[in-house]
Each structure stands twice: as C-alpha cells, then as structure tokens.
Nanobody
Framework: QVQLVESGGGLVQPGGSLRLSCAASGSIDSINAMGWYRQAPGKERELVAA???????HYVDSVKGRFSISRNNAKNTVYLQMNSLKPDDTAVYYCNADLIVSMTGDTMNSWGKGTLVTVSS
C-alpha cells in the first residue's frame, strides 16, 4: 500500500516561516505530480501548490511570492516552504500525489492525513 505522511505544521506568528514535508512510501514505481492542498474551517479545500515530476510548479495567486514547492524524487518527498505567513494561511494542509503503483502499474491518487498550520500572534 501507499502512504503519504505530512510533517512540519505548527503554530507560527504572522510573518514567520514554516517548511512542510510529505514523504510517500510503499509500493511506488514512480510519482508524477505532487501537491499541497489546504482547507480552512468553513472553506472549500483548495490547491495551494503543485509540482510535476520535471519540476514545473503552480501556485494559487494568494501564495505566489511567499510559498515555494520543491521535491526530492530520490526520497519520494515534496516540500512546501512557507514564508511571510499570514493568518489567512491558517488551515490543515494536505499532501497529494499522482503515482504509479509497483507491480500492478495502476495510476493512483493518494492523500495524506493533513498537518495543521496555525498563523496567529
């Protein structure tokens, strides 16, 4: 089975920084796109950032210039560096990955359980 585990969330003051990590493990042949979603209370889940296997990235307008997504393919890990954090960034952040499962060759979309980021003074 495939598992995605997020880490790095926590409480930070406005203007501060956090770095989220998401490690994928299990029967993985390869990973295509990886991304970070977030969901704040009472709001819809939104795509924050995504990165292709080749390193092309996408960001939601509200985080452009502040967040940076990267990945380490050898470690099956994706990162989200979050700078200049604002209270509106407060949400549960979920890791997502499109991957190919070993042995079966099936395409699979996997989700992590989420890590809470709270931006508050």
């Amino acid at each position: 089975q495939v598992q995605l585990v997020e880490s790095g969330g926590g409480l930070v003051q406005p203007g501060g920084s956090l770095r989220l990590s998401c490690a994928a493990s299990g029967s993985i042949d390869s990973i295509n796109a990886m991304g970070w979603y977030r969901q704040a209370p009472g709001k819809e889940r939104e795509l924050v950032a995504a990165i292709s296997s080749g390193g092309n990235s996408h960001y939601v307008d509200s985080v452009k210039g502040r967040f940076s997504i990267s990945r380490n393919n050898a470690k099956n890990t994706v990162y989200l560096q979050m700078n200049s954090l604002k209270p509106d960034d407060t949400a549960v952040y979920y890791c997502n990955a499109d991957l190919i499962v070993s042995m079966t060759g099936d395409t699979m979309n996997s989700w992590g359980k989420g890590t809470l980021v709270t931006v508050s003074s």
